[in-house]
């Protein structure tokens, strides 16, 4: 549809067993937008469920343009700012 995406995630424990699943729609414009909901959607539940004192998170995503906007400040889209300023949020 249009300006919407799918998102589905999976959570896993250190030893790989699914421990919450999550799938439905976003808004986004874009696969990267899309991609950088999902994270933040995965942080939120990762901290929600309270998991970021035991167990350390690691995020699977196929974009490296995704990968430098959350690792390089400079090349983050200024439209997207507000998401980033809550996955950082999240982060720290």
């Known amino acids: 549809m249009e300006n919407e995406a799918g998102c589905g995630e999976v959570l896993r424990d250190e030893k790989g067993v699914t421990r919450s699943?999550?799938?439905?729609l976003i808004k986004a414009m874009g696969s990267k937008t899309a991609e950088l909901m999902a994270i933040k959607t995965a942080l939120e539940m990762y901290i929600g469920m309270e998991w970021h004192v035991k167990v350390p998170l690691t995020i699977e995503f196929s974009s490296c343009v995704t990968m430098e906007w959350l690792l390089e400040r400079n090349y983050r889209l200024w439209t997207l700012w507000n998401l980033?300023?809550?996955i950082d949020r999240c982060i720290n």
């Open 21 to 24: 699943l999550f799938s439905g």
């Open 84 to 86: 980033f300023i809550n």
